[in-house]
């Protein structure tokens, strides 16, 4: 089991364990996190958008450049922003710190 932490929006750490191979926009949806993924993770909408922590974002691939396109659209945008249906949890990602922005824009309305 791979283990993924959300900071919510209220500061609040929800620590998750799931099987790898899986999205974190899954991971979220399956156990009640407060991520809407609009589009069901065919980078249609922004909803998804997450921030990794430092630590972990360098560990992760660079995003190609349909989803940088889409985080242009978003709010809250960081450096360390990411597409949540974007990132395939795996083994070597076992603790991926991720925080919830305070708002997200859903392209597809």
């Not at 932490?5 to 974190?24: P, Q, Y």
């Not at 949890?89 to 076992?94: I, R, S």
Request: hydrophobic residues 40%; charged residues 25%.
């Amino acid at each position: 089991m791979t283990k993924v932490v959300f900071v919510e929006k209220n500061g609040a750490r929800k620590e998750i364990s799931t099987d790898s191979k899986t999205t974190l926009l899954h991971i979220a949806q399956a156990n009640d996190i407060d991520m809407e993924g609009a589009c069901e993770g065919s980078m249609a909408c922004s909803t998804c958008h997450v921030i990794v922590s430092d630590e972990w974002y360098a560990r992760l691939p660079q995003p190609r450049e349909a989803e940088a396109d889409m985080l242009d659209l978003t709010y809250g945008v960081s450096r360390t922003s990411r597409l949540a249906c974007q990132i395939v949890v795996t083994d070597a990602l076992d603790g991926l710190t991720v925080l919830l922005p305070q708002s997200t824009r859903n392209m597809m309305e």
